[in-house]
């Protein structure tokens, strides 16, 4: 079931530790093959690499701005603060740079049609994006109850040209999507490519993803060396499946004085069911194609999750980050759904900046720790995305009807 068939014992590709893996139905098996030696080859091809950093730069706004944010500084009155800004990119967060990553290799494995699961909208929207600028069919995969949650999602999609196909069976959200997905790609496999949303499922998935966001610390490292001489005291970055974590995270994990904080949902209370924090209730578990951390109960039954940002609402979360957690190098907090709305207010109010209900858990964290640092100390906090999408909630959660 694992990767260990065909490599070397003790290097085995798409393990990170114990985590990881390729858990897959046999059908699925020569389609990860097939994508993880393209993906092999786009990666040795300087043409891919040439033609994925145009359309980064020219299409989605790349590189995005490492921003220094006084007023928050000076507020919280301890460590410099400084945000590194996803939220400017095309369709409004980091996720189009992996859907623009995966769409080039799609295209060139010679793939006409793309399917992709989506909970709150984002990645599907992503996705969508990069199929009518490619040309490709588009399918996207989402819960009947998160279609009605993010009915404007929906409509981004199909004026997009895509078809959202609402998925009926067990919760009706993302979970549900993925199994769909999963399911149309066994049955297409030959014509199809399933563009996965984050750093979860099997080999080659989770470090292709990853890969596809190395560049959000790539050039945090760069601008951070221009800006300050030297590295950051801590990178702050939210959780949910672990992709703009991992992509906040990866170029600083040698640089053992930068400390790397992981902040997931903790939801409206610490009970199973009432928070998405896998590190705090979960345990190693499969789920969808990988191991990792899953909050379950007992019987190994994967449990529902909550959070008031739906981007971080998941029972799992990528198994680098379960090897990231296990060794220590990567610390994992988590913020309420209360800190996580205040810290919307926040930003807000202090830099005019309106971030994603699911970034406002790292701007939770930072609010948390950065006064008890010193000023010498430096802070990035990743602002994975921006705060319009979540208009609707934070109308009713934080009263601005003016009622
Ligand atoms: C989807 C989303 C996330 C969560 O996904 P990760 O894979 O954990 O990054 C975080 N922030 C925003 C703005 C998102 O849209």
Redo the contacts with the bound molecule.
């Keep these: 079931m694992s990767t260990a068939a065909n490599t070397p014992a003790g290097v085995v590709a798409g393990r990170f530790g114990a985590y990881g893996g390729r858990f897959v139905p046999e059908t699925l098996m020569a389609a990860l093959e097939e994508l993880e030696h393209a993906y092999a080859e786009a990666q040795a091809d300087p043409d891919f690499h040439a033609q994925l950093d145009l359309l980064l730069r020219d299409y989605a706004g790349r590189p995005t701005p490492l921003y220094y944010a006084q007023r928050l500084t000076e507020e919280l009155g301890g460590a410099k603060i400084y945000l590194k800004r996803e939220d400017l990119l095309h369709t409004g967060?980091?996720?189009i740079n992996n859907c623009l990553g995966q769409g080039l290799l799609a295209r060139r494995m010679g793939k006409k049609r793309i399917i992709a699961e989506t909970g709150?909208g984002?990645?599907g929207v992503a996705s969508a994006t990069v199929c009518a600028l490619f040309g490709m069919e588009c399918v996207v995969y989402m819960g009947e109850e998160d279609m009605r949650r993010q009915e404007l999602n929906v409509y981004r999609m199909r004026l997009l040209g895509a078809e959202v196909r609402g998925v009926s069976s067990g919760s009706k959200t993302l979970k549900d999507a993925i199994n769909e997905a999963m399911r149309d790609w066994v049955t297409n496999v030959r014509t199809t490519h399933y563009l996965l949303?984050?750093?979860l499922g099997a080999h080659p998935y989770p470090t292709m993803v990853r890969d596809f966001h190395r560049v959000i610390s790539r050039e945090m490292r760069t601008q951070m060396l221009e800006k300050e001489g030297r590295l950051p005291d801590a990178v702050i970055a939210?959780?949910?499946?672990?992709?703009?974590?991992m992509g906040a995270f990866f170029e600083f994990i040698e640089d053992k004085n930068v400390r790397l904080i992981g902040v997931e949902a903790g939801g409206r209370g610490t009970g199973l069911g009432e928070h998405a924090a896998r590190f705090q209730g979960g345990s190693p578990g499969v789920l969808q194609g990988t191991y990792s951390y899953v909050l379950q109960d007992d019987a190994g039954q994967v449990s529902l999750t909550h959070s008031v940002s739906a981007?971080?609402d998941y029972a799992s979360i990528g198994p680098e980050h379960a090897a990231l957690h296990d060794s220590g190098r990567a610390e994992y907090v988590s913020a309420d759904d209360n800190a996580t709305l205040e810290a919307v207010k926040l930003l807000a109010r202090t830099e005019g900046i309106l971030p994603?209900l699911?970034?406002a858990h790292a701007v939770a964290e930072c609010a948390r720790i950065a006064p008890s640092m010193s000023p010498r100390d430096i802070l990035v906090v990743n602002v994975?995305?921006r705060g319009d999408k979540d208009m609707g909630i934070l109308a009713r959660e934080l009263n601005l009807k003016g009622a």
Excluded: T
């Excluded at 959780?239 to 703009?244: A, D, F, I, L, T």
């Design positions: 967060a980091h996720k709150a984002q990645h949303g984050s750093v939210c959780v949910g499946g672990g992709s703009n974590a981007g971080l994603a699911e970034s994975s995305g």
